[in-house]
């Protein structure tokens, strides 16, 4: 057992799995706070690091991708005191912290935990229900709806489209994005088969976000969605699949243009190679695939 107690909060490994509990000190963040505690399995890890400092050191956890929705909600864009896999360690707590890093890396090798991407959730998300009210409206989720309410800032065009009730099952994706410099954030909720570009402002099916204190737990009500969504690498693998279908009845994908789509048939290359590297394609349905996107380009 390996323990490190901090004002910033407490990190505890039993061998098994990681037990990060957020610090009651008045710096940790309100969305630290209202997240509570994570366990993180071992198998979820790719890795463990500490870094010292002139006045303090940090703790960082490193998580394999696809491995927890909050991560995938968020697309790293958490600051860092709203961070739950970080942890300011004291001076005088160093070689505790670089103890617990030696524990934590002896079991990642013995238990040969590979650091390849997941193809499913390997933490929870948020649990629910889950209300939080910033920016232009209150978002609210009980697992399987969304409930979005407007507040007295909403603007008149968006607000009169009343309280909106949108079934998970209806939900196609969910995006978080904070306010940075002087472009606004959002909560967004794209609804199946009724794409949007409308702004945040003015979209139903979003809650605009202004940069203040409570934006980061709407990331909360994200994550919590993004966790009964379909994972993104089994959306992948329809998609390779929908790629290699040449039956005359299937529809075949729209081509996109060679200057604008060129950067995108490369990162797909890439995917495909790392679904076969974790054996979600075969050797032969990757060759196809990769020959099909070859024509493309």
């Known amino acids: 057992m390996a323990e490190i107690i901090q ?7 039993d061998g098994d799995a990681l037990r990060l509990t957020p ?17 993180v399995p071992l198998g979820a890890l790719a890795g463990v690091s500490f870094e010292q400092g002139r006045r303090a050191g940090r703790l960082r956890l490193r998580l394999r991708d696809g491995a927890d ?21 004291e001076a005088d707590r160093y070689g505790v912290a670089e103890y617990f890093v030696d524990e ?14 997941v193809t499913e959730y390997l933490l929870p998300g948020p649990a629910v229900p889950l209300s939080f009210s910033a920016g232009d409206g209150t978002a609210s989720f009980d697992g399987d709806r969304v409930r979005l309410e407007w507040n007295w800032k909403t603007e008149d065009a968006k607000a009169a489209a009343g309280v909106r009730t ?44 202004w940069g203040f204190k409570k934006d980061p737990l709407m990331a909360l009500i994200a994550a919590a969605v993004q966790a009964r969504l379909p994972h993104p690498a089994r959306t992948a ?3 390779v699949h929908r790629t290699l279908d040449t039956r005359p009845e299937a529809p075949s994908l729209p081509v996109a243009p060679v200057e604008d789509g060129h950067d995108a048939l490369l990162r797909r290359l890439r995917e495909l190679g790392e679904l076969r590297r974790t054996g979600v394609l075969t050797d032969e349905e990757f060759t196809m695939a990769k020959q ?4 493309r380009m």
């Open 23 to 39: 610090g009651r000190d008045k710096n940790v963040s309100l969305f630290r706070k209202a997240l509570g505690e994570l366990v």
């Open 292 to 295: 099909a996107i070859l024509k």
């Open 166 to 209: 949108l079934p998970l099952t209806d939900l196609a994706a969910v995006e978080w994005h904070p306010a940075a410099g002087l472009d606004n954030g959002h909560l967004r909720f794209t609804v199946k088969h009724a794409p949007t570009k409308a702004p945040p402002k003015y979209d139903p099916n979003s809650v605009e976000l």
């Open 104 to 117: 934590v890396r002896e079991a990642l090798l013995l238990d040969q935990v590979p650091v390849t991407p």
């Open 69 to 89: 929705p909050l991560l995938h909600a968020t697309g790293g864009r958490l600051t860092e005191p709203n961070d739950p896999y970080q942890l300011i360690v």
């Open 7 to 13: 004002r910033d909060g407490t990190w505890a490994f």
């Open 237 to 239: 693998v329809v998609d």
